[in-house]
C-alpha cells in the first residue's frame, strides 16, 4: 500500500479541507470528481477552478446510466425528496474504489463529517456506505477520523492518524475556522447543489419516469425551461431566456419540433415525445404564444419544424392560452 489517495471531490469546503488535512497528515492526493447529471454544469467549473487553487490533479467522471438505475430503485430508500443519499454515496464509492488501481492509488478520502447531515452522514448510514460499496478499511475521513476506528492506511503508518481531526456535528465553525487558518476564503454555502433534494425538481423527473423517459438526454433538459405535459405522447419545454432558448436548442433531438412566435420576440419552445400529435402541436403553439411578447386576445402565427429538416417550416394560427389553463399543462 503506498500514500497515494483519491479524494472524492464537490468543490465544497469540506472536501477542500479534507484535501489539506490528508496532505498534511502524509497522502498524496488526487481530486477525484463525478460529474452528476443531476448536478449544475457550472458545478464542474467550480471543481476545476478549485483543484487549480489547491494545486492537486483533477479526474473527471462521468456518471451513467448503471447511476441512474440507482437513482430509480435505491435499496435505502429517499430523503424528503427523490434523494437517495446513501445508496448515491455507496455508488460513488464503489466507483472510486474501481479507478484505484488505474491511478496507482492505495485508498480513498472524503469530506464527510460525523453527524452534519441527518441521512447520511449519521454513524449508522455511514458505516451503511462503506460496506455496500466495500470499502470499510480504505475510506479516510480527514475531517472526523478522529471518532471513527482506524483505517488500514491510519494502522500502516502511511497516513498519520495525529493529524487528522476529530470534527462532529452540524456546527460548521469548526470548518469555518480551519479555513480561515489555511486562507480559504471562497467556498460555497453546504446548501449542496444536488437537483434531487428539491421537491419541485422530482415531479419532473417523476414525470420522465412515468412515461418511459428516464434517460441522459432527457435529464439533461430537465432543469431548462418551463415543463408541460401535453399528452402522454408529448411534453413541451419553453425557454425563459436566450441562454435556454440556446440550451434547448443544442439539445435538441432529429424527432423534435421546434417553435416560435413569428414577428413577435419570444421563447423558442421544443415539443419532444414519442406520439406528437396536431392537437398537441396546437396546444404547444398556444402555450408558447402565452410567454411571447404578442397582444394576449389576438391570433398569431406560430412556426414549427423538426429538429431535423429546419428548412421545412410550417406554420399555425393560435390565440394564446390563458394563464390559468396554462398552468393545467404545468409538470409541478
Excluded at 26 to 31: K, M, S, Y
Excluded at 134 to 153: H, S
Excluded at 161 to 183: D, T, V
Amino acid at each position: 500500500m503506498n500514500n497515494k489517495a483519491l479524494a472524492l471531490f464537490s468543490g465544497g469546503l469540506d472536501s477542500i479541507l479534507a484535501i489539506k488535512v490528508a496532505e498534511k497528515a502524509g497522502a498524496e492526493v488526487t481530486a477525484l470528481h463525478f460529474i452528476n447529471p443531476f448536478v449544475s454544469e457550472e458545478a464542474v467549473t467550480h471543481v476545476q477552478k478549485k483543484a487549480l487553487e489547491l494545486g492537486v490533479p483533477l479526474i473527471l467522471e462521468p456518471l451513467g446510466q448503471d447511476y441512474l438505475e440507482v437513482i430509480l430503485k435505491p435499496k435505502y430508500g429517499y430523503g424528503k425528496a427523490m434523494n437517495p443519499c446513501v445508496d448515491c454515496k455507496a455508488f460513488m464509492f464503489k466507483k472510486a474504489k474501481e479507478l484505484l488501481p488505474k491511478y496507482n492509488a492505495s485508498f480513498l478520502i472524503n469530506g464527510e463529517v460525523l453527524g452534519q447531515r441527518p441521512k447520511s452522514q449519521m454513524r449508522h448510514s455511514m458505516q451503511q456506505t462503506v460496506k455496500e460499496a466495500g470499502v470499510e478499511d480504505i475510506l479516510v475521513r480527514p475531517l472526523t477520523a478522529k471518532n471513527l476506528p482506524p483505517t488500514l492506511p491510519e494502522r500502516l503508518g502511511i497516513i498519520d492518524r495525529e493529524k487528522l481531526l476529530g470534527f462532529s456535528g452540524r456546527n460548521r465553525k469548526p470548518q469555518m475556522a480551519l479555513a480561515r487558518e489555511l486562507g480559504i476564503e471562497d467556498y460555497p454555502t453546504p446548501a449542496g447543489g444536488c437537483l434531487l433534494t428539491q421537491v419541485e425538481y422530482g415531479k419532473k423527473l417523476l414525470d420522465l419516469i412515468k412515461y418511459d423517459l428516464y434517460n441522459l438526454d432527457e435529464i439533461k433538459r430537465l432543469n431548462i425551461g418551463r415543463q408541460f405535459r401535453l399528452s402522454p405522447g408529448a411534453k413541451l419545454i419553453v425557454g425563459r431566456n436566450h441562454e435556454e432558448n440556446e440550451a434547448l436548442k443544442a439539445l435538441a433531438k432529429d424527432s423534435d419540433i421546434l417553435m416560435r412566435v413569428l414577428d413577435y420576440k419570444g421563447p423558442l419552445a421544443v415539443i419532444t415525445g414519442k406520439d406528437i400529435s396536431y392537437v398537441a402541436i396546437k396546444t404547444a403553439a398556444q402555450i408558447t404564444a402565452r410567454y411571447a411578447d404578442c397582444p394576449k386576445d389576438n391570433k398569431v402565427s406560430v412556426v414549427f419544424y423538426r429538429a431535423s429538416t429546419p428548412e421545412n417550416k410550417e406554420a399555425i394560427e393560435v390565440l394564446p392560452m390563458a394563464s390559468v389553463i396554462v398552468s393545467k399543462f404545468r409538470i409541478e
